[in-house]
DNA sequence: ACCTGGTAAGTTATCGGTAACGTACAGGCG
DNA sequence: CGCCTGTACGTTACCGATAACTTACCAGGT
């Protein structure tokens, strides 16, 4: 009576091979649509299979024949970040084409998880790996340490191995809003940023510093905060820089939360003073429903999360050695005007 | 010289064995720490084991000893979703103590996909799973069907089933965002919401009709709008129903989607007209950065997506049936003021 | 009739690990 | 000294499927 109790011995093939009266192969090589097999014998065992609900073991399956899993491991620092869920989304979507699944596992920034979790996913045997590395050192991706498999770092290049990056373009992206906040006239322009440490600090940075260079603005280290933190210490920073001598004008944020730290900074600020226009990197949601006008660098996470997998499959497929690829998304930039 | 070519003829258990002149039964005993070994043995061969780098197989393992596999599927319509990539991030949290991993599938919200993404997790032979059900029958979702594996259902109740459950309290906070409303003066106050099919839909419903009967309030189907849509729609909607000869002066909406569509509808009213009040299901990003103040029911997905791992561990740690449980999540309400 | 050649099956070995069982040897005890 | 018990390990079979090899059979060519 009770569904729980049942339990089925877990029909294999050999069950129905011996139902039919042929032996395992027989099915075996009907299932997998193998040519030597008659399509009278072949319709036989599909209907039994059909009939008895079998579903042949996938582990089993792998474990003899050592080809492909059909698993893709996705490593990320922390999925609650929509650039990171995103990333799986698009992933999943060119995976799910290749008949692949996505495991995860999260580091929590800490590049020692990060070490145990991808030994773990090897372990578990996933075909390939994409990674969004939470320190800069990546030697413990290289050749031997992963059996060899391909891997594709995310949002960061590899650092002493040569594996696939994909990669937004960091430097243009930033160096654009830059530029728009200068021909918009602004000559004093903030910039809130990550630690110089990682690749994406460095490279929106370098935007930032060559935008001013090329409108000929010296680089003024009081309107420089560069820091790894949430919104609150964005915040902080940013009302130092406005409660300066002679403040920004201008406000340009390497990131979501230093863009939300800012614009928190600017919440509050009385009617009569000076309005202080903002640019950032990373898209917002609502971003036109906000109390002041915005511009931000688009990108399409979901977008890199497809580049990822392709690199990864294409890889796959070819047993040549190839040299390592980058491909770098594009960015572009978007004025979102205030309300009224 | 090239790591590419080198490619290790991927050491076994027994190279290892070979290696120290033991048995492979002693190498499997020493690694899985069981009793039968004497502790100098197990000494040599961990230091082999450590020496020569060896991993074993999982699957191998698991194939030949059919215990858990220590893997957690996860079913969801959408990870871009923040509701789902957060109950992820929880499920994961959990899953790690426990050394499991999670599998990813999405379903697009189409029940026929969902039927066979949870087919294709069973085959790879997850050990439980947490679905977020993409259509109102569960019954795909059934004991055998699932060779008995213990499923939990999110954000809707199990139908046609008996299996665990994590919910938010839909209609509790529902009731309380209405109850705000009425507290602050509302007698006529717009809901929009969800198609009636959906649990939640239904649900939310419920909540703002009682919050209105509680007041004394008639329901005025003029004031209702239920939708399976985008936000764009819900901005139509809301649209229409603002246009109405007696206008609501309060809107509740029943998610994010429908919130952001008021929010929309609301953005570009001239100063002069009456102020509309908004409150809705779901936090929202920066609420406290909108051009208008913003009541929401908020709550923790990453808790729900911890309470689905638990009752999960639970159930298999326990072979004795037990009845389905169900966990529901609280919700609060949080006032978000406008800016200045 | 004899020899190919192709197709349709069955047989056997194997993937990498583990459960179940067998064996050898130590020590305790009457 | 013989018997029993326990521990430490080796042997074998097996998990479920498949690669590689083998066998059975039938058609067509000479």
Redesign the interface.
Known sequence: M???????P?LTMRDVAARLGVSPMTVSRALRGQRGIGEATRQRVLAEVAALGY??????R??RSGGP?E?IG?VVT???N?FY??L??GL??IC?GYGA??????TGENPATEREVV???????VDGLVVAPAGHDHSHL???RL??LPVVLAASPPMGI?VDCVLVDDFGGTREAGRRLVARGHRRIGFLGLPPSLWTGSERFRGYAVALEEAGIALDERYVSRHRGDSALAEEAARAMLALPDPPTALLTANNRNT?GA??AL??RA?DQEPVALAGFDD???A????LPLTVVSYDP?ELGRAAAKLLFERQASTA?QPPRRVTIATTLVDHP???
């Open positions: 009770s569904a729980h109790s049942e339990s089925e877990a579903r042949p073991n996938k582990r089993a792998e474990l899993n698993l996705l922390n999925l609650a929509p869920s995103q799986a989304v999943e979507q799910v699944r996505v495991m995860l596992g999260s030994a773990d996913l090897v372990d578990r045997g290289g050749g031997e059996r060899d040569d939300v614009l928190r919440r509050d009617q917002i949601e609502l036109d429903m906000l109390h979901v050695p205030a309300p009224r």
